[in-house]
């Protein structure tokens, strides 16, 4: 399976070519070129599949080996890819979506200026991508891991000219970073661990091989720092707060990005962990739970919003708590499925909310919009499939995939998690319904301008739409527990997880108790779509008890609706503990170091200065002073002295005339 | 000891630049700009080829000393003149001749005094960095490295910014203070070693084999560490450097951050781990200590910097942290990741000044305030920047990342805190490199000057492309940079291993020692 190093290759040539000449060429050919590329990766991503598929199933486990990409003394990674059911199913993901969303974009982005650096970035995404999932080391995981946080850096701030785009990309890099934090402490904890049981490696065949050696206390930190990595990428609490902001982005990047691919790395990292994770069964209930209570947390705050998106995106971090609420309790199997459903489904409504933004001219307001069915068929029949899916109405995909996590859950003996995971599934069939009534239905309000322009999306953007529906309403089908040794994904995921599971569950034995809970959560979902249409579906509304209105909710609920609207001013609570006093201490720092620390460097110059000028002073005054006093010593007396030589002859006459008289007059009286 | 046999090839790599510096000097026209640039970028060029042959006959296999040159200078002092360069110098050599090119490429237009005078200075400034990369005599490393401050201080203070005393003088100052206590610390190695053994040398080959008692290595490694510590430099000897690089001209930064900085902690690498292993041992948590204070000190302040030189300088603070934790835990594993990212901190902190340095050019002002949108006006510059900047924070695919690997794993080796505190500082390593480029190049383009601003031009991109291309050689395919320094610095640990316990009085069985004895052999 060389070939697989296509895969990745491609996009890469694509995102090369149009970053390198793409400002030249026409918009058409640039189109073309990523299209092209990401078509071309997705057969070859299908032959590999099919290539993987003619093996046995236990040896569904392939390394493809490039080179040596780092390597010194005992440490050593190779350029190297990893083909199994799981990486197989991730690339069919991300090159089959990409595909669309690519196709999608030459519709949604064709008047953009900077229409080549959108491909380029989208093709460069992909590329990160399919490193970070193909990776068959720690290593050439984390490439992609970075690299797909790069890229998802760049396209959320794509319009840069706006302040809160290039704020949310940043925002975005620093929280992912944040989250790299743990991961790479924990993969060198792990590194480390192997290494004293002497087995250093990072080659996940290697790891998962002589995990079970490790320290249990040791794994179950690698395990909690591997999640904060995790938590980052996939947006889960406490560092979901970038994912809301990452709307910023164009349309379709939300739908690539940060619904369907990018965003569930972290639920493939656990799941591609699970050897790790199965030994470590108290950090997968930390899991859970986190991922259970990010659910019902992003869900609440969904309920209130009115941007399109951003609905969309408190979804998606309540989606993304789902997944790691089943990768949490063990059932990886039931995780990765939803992460596929959910690719399919929220793509779908990302690209359907990119067409309504499209058809509205820029506006993402809910509350302006309505009645939009007549204008956009497409678009709408669509939408709802969507909507229907994550609602987890039967048959749609996403019915399939909800209901297995709830009922793993529930057969593990999570009721806590399961009974949280019921109440979130029925406040996301409401508002997704609520969306869905606001948006199609009912009269339009938006202005005149605006509404005489509406229409249908071309062709280019229609068709990606029409494709995602039907794989969210059928893609659940590999998932349907037809068969007594459960379902065709589990069929084909199990080798994987089978470190993971310990006991393959089939589900015929429970098959009654599964019916019932089917019935159950069908039953929230459809109280959830029905509460909304009540609100919000016209023919509906007059049925409705009078304190069952927006209105009236609103203003009997007055604190906790502004709690909700105000996303529990998490943004806000952050800046203040967080950010604020890191920048305060950054600045006390700056002045400490001019303040405290230059300071005595240029006090030990001002010091050498004073103590050169009292030198000087002293050499002036007291040595110079010195030697100039004896001299003026010396002067002084000889200006005393000197009187005595006058130079007239009368004086020196006199003295000698007198000097004469005294000798006389001593000799006369002696 | 034999004179030179062959052809010296070390000594003219290190003099071709003074020689090209002489003839510049030759010429006696004012007008003759352009044969002083074209005869300063030809000096360069041909010193960088010549310096290319190092590597394609360096023997990986020898840890030792390859193309020695060595012959007596002053005999009754033990003085000789010896070079030699091994796995740990040839990249920053290399290094050294490679960013020569750039700065002079980069002064191509900002230097418009006395042009004479400042490209016989810079080719100068390569010829005593070579020599002291290249320098195995102590006395002979001293001259160098007084040397090298001389053109140095009169490039910052003759062509350089706006308090360009202050801080040629403070640069001066600093370094030249340090300096003579590693000139104490250096004959009192001198004295003592030859007390102990009769043999009075400068010779560090020698010196290393039998390091002094561990006595005397505590106030030696205290004289070496004030001498080296203020190159590299360590907090709280760190204030010269935003100074001198903020008033430096843009070639004179590059030529600071990716040369001068590597003085210090090469010479740590060089002479205080094998001469005073004992001491190194003592010090080392300090050292860690200090190092770890500044990774995460150094960050914090660049956070607040308002002028974009100051916060590339800062950030060279927390950067030379990284670099010195890898040497000072003692592992093979740090120490190459210290090693790589001495060349790496040179290519992305050289790459990052000398792109600030274009748009100074352009507009005559740093701060950070006064840009906004630039990304806009300036695509290609906006995205070599950008490159730029994510190999300075270590992102995968560029070098930063394979270098911060390795000291990260070095330090998770030593203790699991230190790599707490690496991993903290690369995050606020992406705090600042992300938010500075976030205010200078996103948003609506404006700059305080109004008009419009023009792309880099060819010049330009070809003194920046292979920058760009060594962050990704590096940061794709390291072996070849790793290989390299692969032997010399498993020499290198094991015989601070061994002197370690020589000094602590062990007697080593002839075995161990036998690498240091071949070592030995091949000198004489």
Redesign the interface.
């Known amino acids: 399976m060389e070939f697989v190093f296509l895969i990745p290759l491609l996009p890469l040539l694509g995102a090369t070519v149009n970053g390198v000449i793409g400002s030249k060429l026409p918009k058409r050919a640039v189109g073309l070129i990523a299209c092209l590329v990401m078509a071309a990766a997705f057969v070859v991503s299908i032959c590999t599949f099919y290539k993987l598929m003619l093996l046995p199933a236990t040896e569904r486990s392939v390394v493809v080996s490039f080179f040596s990409w780092i390597a010194s003394g005992s440490f050593s990674v190779d350029m190297a890819f990893l083909i199994d059911p799981l990486s197989a199913l991730m690339i069919l993901i991300v090159t089959g979506v990409g595909f669309l969303i690519h196709v999608y974009s030459t519709g949604y982005m064709h008047d953009d200026k900077a229409y080549w650096r959108y491909m380029c970035y989208l093709n460069l995404f992909v590329f990160f991508m399919l490193m970070l999932v193909l990776g068959s080391n720690y290593l050439v995981m984390f490439l992609g891991w970075e690299g797909v946080g790069l890229c998802s850096y760049l396209l959320i701030g794509f319009w840069y000219e706006k302040k809160s785009a290039s704020d949310a990309g940043k925002k975005a890099f620093v929280v992912n970073r944040i989250g790299d934090f743990g991961f790479i402490l924990g993969l060198f904890l792990l590194y480390w661990s192997l290494s004293d049981l002497g087995a250093g490696s990072l080659d996940y065949k290697t790891v998962f091989e002589n995990i079970h050696n490790i320290d249990p206390a040791i794994l179950t930190i690698i395990g909690l720092l591997l999640f904060v990595g995790a938590a980052g990428k996939s947006a889960q609490v406490p560092l979901y707060v970038w994912l809301p902001d990452a709307m910023e982005g164009p349309t379709p990047v939300s739908a690539l990005i940060h619904a369907a691919t990018m965003v569930t790395a972290g639920v493939y990292m656990v799941a591609r962990n699970n050897a790790l994770y199965s030994l470590i069964p108290h950090v997968g209930n930390i899991i859970a739970s986190v991922g259970i209570f990010t659910a019902l947390f992003a869900a609440t705050m969904g309920l209130v919003q009115n941007d399109i998106k951003k609905v969309l995106a408190y979804s998606t971090v309540s989606q993304l708590g789902y997944m790691f609420a089943a990768v949490g309790v063990g059932a990886y199997g039931a995780g990765v499925f939803h992460l596929m459903t959910h690719a399919f489904f929220k793509g779908l409504m990302f690209l359907g909310s990119g067409s309504v933004i499209h058809a509205m001219g820029g506006e993402q307001d809910m509350r302006r919009m309505g009645g939009l069915h007549s204008h956009m068929k497409i678009t709408s029949v669509t939408f709802i499939i969507g909507a229907l899916a994550i609602a987890g109405m039967p048959p749609f995909s996403g019915f399939w995939s909800k209901d297995e996590i709830l009922w793993e859950a529930f057969e593990k003996g999570h009721f806590v998690i399961w009974a949280v995971g019921l109440l979130t599934a029925g406040m996301t069939a409401f508002y997704m319904f609520r969306q869905v009534f606001m948006t199609f239905t009912g009269e339009c309000r938006a202005d005149d301008h605006t509404k005489h322009h509406l229409h249908e999306s071309p062709s280019s953007m229609t068709i990606p739409l029409i494709i995602l529906a039907i794989l969210s309403a059928v893609g659940g089908i590999i998932g349907i527990p037809l068969f007594e040794e459960g379902t065709a994904a589990h069929q084909f995921l199990n080798p994987v997880f089978s470190h993971g599971e310990q006991e393959l569950h089939s589900e015929a034995v429970h098959g009654g108790l599964e019916l019932i809970m089917m019935g159950v959560s069908v039953a929230v979902g459809l109280t959830g779509i029905f509460l909304a249409s009540l609100l919000y579906y016209a023919p509906m509304k007059k049925y409705a008890p009078s304190f069952w209105r927006p209105e009236a909710i609103a203003s009997s609920f007055k604190g906790l609706h502004r709690l909700l609207f105000n996303k529990y001013y998490i943004d806000e609570i952050y800046d203040y503990l967080v950010v604020n006093p890191i920048k305060r201490f950054c600045d006390w720092c700056l002045s400490f170091d001019l303040g405290v620390i230059d300071w005595f460097v240029n006090f030990a110059a001002w010091a050498t200065r004073l103590t050169a000028w009292a030198s000087h002073k002293f050499d002036i005054y007291i040595v110079d002073g010195l030697v100039n006093s004896m001299s003026t010593l010396v002067t002084y007396n000889s200006s005393i002295w000197r009187r005595l030589q006058t130079g007239y002859l009368q004086n020196y006459a006199l003295v000698f005339v007198v000097g004469v008289l005294i000798i006389i007059v001593r000799v006369l009286l002696g | 000891m034999t004179g030179l046999t062959g052809f010296p090839i070390l000594s003219t790599i290190a003099f071709l630049p003074a020689l090209g510096a002489l003839v510049i000097i030759l010429f006696y026209k004012k007008d003759w700009i352009d044969l002083i640039k074209w005869t300063a970028l030809g000096t360069s060029v041909a010193t960088f080829a010549v310096s290319l042959y190092l590597p394609l006959t360096f023997d990986m296999a020898d840890p030792g000393l390859q193309w020695v040159e060595k012959t007596v200078w002053i005999e009754r002092f033990g003085i000789s003149y010896y070079m030699g360069v091994d796995g740990i110098s040839l990249l920053l050599v290399l290094l050294t001749t490679f960013m020569t090119i750039i700065c002079i490429l980069a002064s191509w237009r900002e230097i418009n005094t006395k042009l004479k005078g400042y490209m016989a200075l810079f080719l100068l400034t390569e010829t005593f960095s070579l020599g002291i990369f290249m320098a195995m005599d102590l006395f002979l490393f001293y001259v160098f490295w007084e040397a090298v401050l001389i053109p140095m201080v009169f490039i910052i203070g003759i062509w350089g910014g706006a308090r360009k005393f202050y801080s040629a003088i403070?640069f001066f100052?600093?370094t030249f203070a340090g300096s003579l206590f590693m000139l104490l610390g250096i004959l009192a190695v001198y004295f003592y070693h030859g007390k102990v053994t009769g043999v009075y040398t400068f010779d560090s080959t020698i010196l290393s084999l039998a390091p002094v008692a561990p006595a005397v290595q505590f106030w030696v490694f205290i004289a070496f560490f004030l001498g080296f510590a203020v190159k590299v430099p360590m907090?709280?000897l760190?204030?010269?450097l935003p100074d001198a690089h903020t008033d430096a001209p843009t070639a004179g930064s590059i030529v600071l951050a990716a040369v001068l900085l590597k003085l210090g902690t090469y010479a740590f690498v060089r002479f205080t781990l094998p001469m005073l292993p004992n001491a190194s041992m003592l010090f080392a948590p300090l050292m860690i200590g200090v190092s770890l204070f500044a990774i995460i000190?150094g960050a914090?302040?660049t956070?607040?910097?308002k002028d974009i030189k100051k916060l590339i300088a800062y950030s060279s603070v927390s950067h030379m942290g990284f670099v010195m934790l890898g040497i000072f835990v003692f592992n093979?594993?740090g120490l190459?990741g210290s090693v790589l990212q001495m060349l790496n901190h040179g290519i992305s902190t050289g790459a990052l000044f000398l792109l600030v340095g274009m748009i100074y050019e352009r507009t005559h002002t740093r701060t950070i305030g006064d840009y906004t949108?630039l990304?806009?006006e300036l695509p290609v510059y906006g995205v070599f920047f950008l490159i730029v900047v994510?190999s300075s924070m270590g992102?995968?695919?560029t070098n930063g990342f394979?270098g911060e690997?390795?000291i990260?794993?070095g330090a998770?080796?030593a203790h699991?805190v230190y790599?707490?505190f690496v991993?903290?500082g690369?995050?606020l390593g992406?705090?600042y490199l992300?938010?500075l480029f976030?205010r200078v190049?996103?948003?609506?383009f404006h700059y305080a000057g109004g008009h419009g601003l023009k792309d880099l031009g060819l010049r330009e991109i070809i003194e920046t492309a292979p920058l760009i291309i060594l962050i990704f050689w590096i940061g794709?395919?390291?072996?070849p940079f790793?290989?390299v320094m692969?032997a010399s610095l498993?020499k290198l640990v094991e015989q601070v291993e061994t002197n370690y316990r020589k000094g602590n009085g062990e007697v080593i069985p002839p075995q161990a020692s036998l690498g240091a004895a071949v070592v030995e052999r091949k000198v004489e």
Do not use: M
């Open positions: 403070k100052i600093f907090f709280p760190h204030t010269w000190y914090l302040v956070i607040a910097q093979i594993e190459k949108g990304f806009k994510l992102l995968p695919t394979v690997l390795f990260l794993i998770f080796k699991w790599a707490v991993a903290f690369v995050l992406a705090v992300i938010w976030q190049f996103l948003g609506n794709l395919y390291p072996k790793l290989n692969d498993t």
